[in-house]
């Protein structure tokens, strides 16, 4: 069964045992090299993305009530999307990302999972949050250049 795209094999990478392995690994590299290619569709499918969010936004007013949790549900997911295409251009192309914004992007990606672990938590089990939040505060100590 394949978990991923382009893993052949799953046991070719294991993230636990090397993970620093995905930098030779073939399926993950041809993947940034096709993340950095298609950085410009990424960056305009952001903007588009965040036009429905204002769109959304100016709905939600003539909402129900009752439906509006499904709105921030949403509206996290969006705001989401967001920060993890920019902190996948911060980490891929560090050299088109200020060190300055990098730093305030770190931040709002925590700002943000404090939301998301609200939201979760409504719908979910815990048990999967700590393993999120490491990889969330990997990644902001990643921007803030603290681990590499």
Same mark, same amino acid.
Do not use: Q
């Given at each position: 069964? !394949?978990?991923?795209?382009?893993?052949?094999?799953?046991?070719?990478?294991? %993230?636990?045992?090397?993970?620093?392995?995905?930098?030779?690994?073939?399926?993950?590299?041809?993947?940034?090299?096709?993340?950095?290619?298609?950085?410009?569709?990424?960056?305009?499918?952001?903007?588009?993305? !965040?036009?429905?969010?204002?769109? !959304?936004?100016?709905?939600?007013?003539?909402?129900?009530?009752?439906?509006?949790?499904?709105?921030?549900?949403?509206?996290?997911?969006?705001? #989401?999307?967001?920060? $993890?295409?920019?902190?996948?251009?911060?980490?891929?192309?560090?050299?088109?990302?200020?060190? *300055?914004? *990098?730093?305030?992007?770190?931040? %709002?990606?925590?700002? $943000?999972?404090?939301?998301?672990?609200?939201?979760?938590? %409504?719908?979910?089990?815990?048990?999967?949050? #700590?393993?999120?939040?490491?990889?969330?505060? $990997?990644?902001?100590?990643? !921007?803030? #250049?603290?681990?590499?």
């Amino acid at each position: 069964m !394949l978990l991923f795209e382009g893993f052949a094999d799953a046991a070719n990478f294991d %993230e636990k045992t090397n993970p620093a392995g995905f930098n030779s690994h073939k399926a993950l590299t041809e993947r940034l090299d096709r993340f950095k290619a298609e950085i410009a569709d990424v960056d305009r499918a952001s903007k588009e993305l !965040l036009e429905i969010r204002k769109k !959304l936004r100016n709905t939600v007013l003539s909402m129900d009530s009752c439906k509006r949790n499904e709105f921030n549900k949403a509206d996290n997911a969006i705001v #989401g999307i967001d920060i $993890w295409n920019r902190v996948g251009r911060a980490v891929v192309m560090p050299e088109t990302v200020d060190e *300055k914004v *990098k730093f305030e992007l770190a931040e %709002e990606l925590e700002i $943000w999972y404090m939301k998301y672990k609200e939201i979760y938590r %409504e719908d979910s089990k815990e048990s999967m949050l #700590g393993r999120v939040t490491k990889v969330v505060l $990997w990644y902001a100590d990643r !921007l803030r #250049g603290i681990t590499e």
